[in-house]
């Protein structure tokens, strides 16, 4: 079955990079992009970007093009999610999900990263 | 890029069917899919494509479509299915959009 499993929670100071793994199994890793969403307390989802693990490609949202990079690590079947220069705002659950081109099917558990000084 | 609009609430009991809408401009043309998420979880797909169902998500889920809203009914709401329910639509770049969330009580 497909199993998406991401990195612990996370605490950063303001200014500071954070960097979210995410391991898949139980398909074939290349076959599918990913897509990161993130979901601060209390509101709803908000799409960040989306990586192709064939072909490397990347497509960010305008919000985030300047602060956020995904990479994917094939050996392992990994991909990961950097995002820098954070706020305070940034704190919020990030989601790593399978991407099947205009939706997607499977999400990690998420993982918190916490914005505190 | 543009907007889902869903209500923020739709409350009903047991047994009853809830129909939780999904309003934008961009919809008459496209496919929308449905997330459920309970609280301290992550989000479940249940309606793709419109109208199709994963294969664990139970018949009583099911999408419409009129124009420039879609609906997700609920059909025998069991207490099980209180939970956020999220809408979404990808743009013309391949981003996706997601709707400002309902939350649906079972009283």
């Known amino acids: 079955q497909v199993q998406l499993v991401q990195s612990a929670a996370e605490v950063k100071k303001p200014g500071a990079s954070v960097k979210v793994s995410c391991k898949a199994s139980?398909?074939?890793?290349?076959?599918?992009?990913f897509s990161w969403v993130r979901q601060a307390p209390g509101q709803g989802l908000e799409w960040m970007g989306w990586?192709?693990?064939?072909?490397?490609?990347?497509y960010y949202a305008q919000k985030f093009h300047d602060r956020v990079t995904m990479t994917t690590d094939t050996s392992t079947s990994t991909v990961y999610m950097e995002l820098r220069s954070l706020r305070y705002d940034d704190t919020a659950v990030y989601y790593c999900?399978?991407?099947?081109?205009?939706?997607?099917?499977?999400w990690g558990q998420g993982t918190l990263v916490t914005v505190s000084s | 890029s543009f907007e889902l609009t869903q209500p923020p609430s739709v409350s009903v009991s047991p047994g009853q069917t809830a129909r939780i809408t999904c309003s934008g401009d961009v919809l008459a043309n496209q496919y929308v899919y449905w997330y459920q998420q309970k609280p301290g979880q992550a989000p479940v797909l249940v309606i793709y494509h419109g109208n199709e169902r994963p294969s664990e998500i139970p018949e009583r889920f099911s999408g419409s479509s009129s124009g420039t809203t879609v609906t997700l009914t609920i059909s025998g709401v069991q207490t099980e299915d209180e939970a956020d329910y999220y809408c979404q639509s990808p743009d013309s770049r391949g981003s996706l959009v997601f709707g400002t969330g309902t939350k649906l009580t079972v009283l």
């Open positions: 999900a399978r991407d099947r081109r205009d939706y997607v099917d499977y």
């Open positions: 990586i192709s693990p064939y072909n490397y490609k990347t």
């Open positions: 139980g398909y074939a890793f290349i076959s599918n992009g």
